[in-house]
């Protein structure tokens, strides 16, 4: 059933791509505000409590929904889990901007490469030259395609029914959502949000770092990964970019010019720099973790079946 769902909905997607920012983040930012204005008295206890209504009473209900729907019929289940799956992942909440910027690159206008890597950001990049805009965006789809892709795959497999892609995507928004609010008003309310996603995240960024490994050079994706994640910022981003950028053989991070400063920031991967062609290179590396786990979950079928 799990691959078919996926199967599904990679279809569904082609033909009608979802608002990902309007129909998934706009609500689930306005239930976490709400939860936040009705339960933030400024403790750690509060966020705790805070979190599992926001997080663990959507998910519960969802499991609810899904175990009666397949006690009146599996197909109405199976359905289920391809609307939960086509609203909680996706290539397409990625893979516009980047191939627009691509696109734009190879036609070598950057001024728009710039606009629409800024707007895929968030934030100006008017100082960035042709090889700054092609390793932020390749970094930008090597994360995009975890969050939105690989780590939903992986909660959906761990956990009965869509209450595993539920869960990943409600921790993940919420959890960015209350880290915002935290870097303004330094509110321990917002800790719990941060840490328990940190928890839910830790084994899908590993897994999606090492079927990157697999699909792409193993050898350098796995140096870089033992060697250059912690000095990521992030550390969880690093494992992930420093795998993708080994696995690719191209060189990201590094400092850019960012509003009139310099960003600085720790150098990824061992190849060559960044460029238009190596963004066709990462399409490539994410579609072969694609079909790598269409296949692990096919294996998963065949051993459930034969069980």
Do not use: K
């Not at 990964?225 to 053989?249: C, K, M, N, Y």
Request: proline share 4%; glycine share 8%; hydrophobic share 55%.
């Amino acid at each position: 059933m799990s691959l078919f769902s996926l199967i599904a909905v990679f279809l569904i997607e082609q033909l009608q791509p979802l608002s990902y920012r309007r129909v998934v983040v706009a609500p689930l930012s306005g239930w976490a505000d709400f939860i936040e204005s009705r339960c933030n008295a400024g403790e750690y206890r509060h966020g705790v409590i805070a979190w599992c209504l926001a997080v663990l009473l959507p998910v519960g209900l969802v499991a609810v929904l899904y175990a009666l729907l397949y006690s009146l019929n599996p197909l109405l289940a199976w359905a289920f889990n391809v609307v939960v799956l086509y609203l909680t992942m996706g290539f397409r909440q990625f893979s516009h901007h980047y191939t627009e910027i691509q696109l734009a690159l190879r036609q070598e206008d950057l001024p728009r490469a710039r606009a629409l890597l800024a707007e895929w950001l968030g934030r100006s990049v008017s100082e960035l030259g042709s090889e700054d805009i092609a390793r932020l965006s390749i970094e930008q789809a090597l994360l995009a395609s975890h969050r939105h892709v690989f780590a939903v795959l992986l909660w959906f497999v761990l956990l009965p029914g869509p209450c595993g892609a539920v869960l990943y995507r409600m921790s993940a928004v919420i959890a960015e959502r209350w880290h915002n609010r935290n870097v303004t008003e330094h509110n321990v309310f917002f800790t719990f949000s941060c840490q328990v996603f940190g928890i839910i995240d830790w084994l899908p960024l590993r897994a999606t770092a090492a079927i990157f490994a697999i699909v792409g050079d193993f050898e350098d994706a796995v140096y870089c990964w033992r060697t250059q994640a912690d000095q990521w910022p992030e550390r969880d981003q690093g494992i992930v970019l420093a795998s993708g950028a080994g696995a690719l053989g191209v060189q990201l991070g590094m400092p850019v010019l960012d509003d009139g400063l310099v960003t600085d920031r720790a150098a990824l991967g061992t190849g060559d720099p960044a460029d238009v062609d190596f963004m066709q290179s990462a399409v490539g590396l994410v579609w072969r973790a694609t079909v790598m786990w269409i296949v692990l979950l096919f294996l998963l079928g065949l051993a459930s079946l034969a069980g």
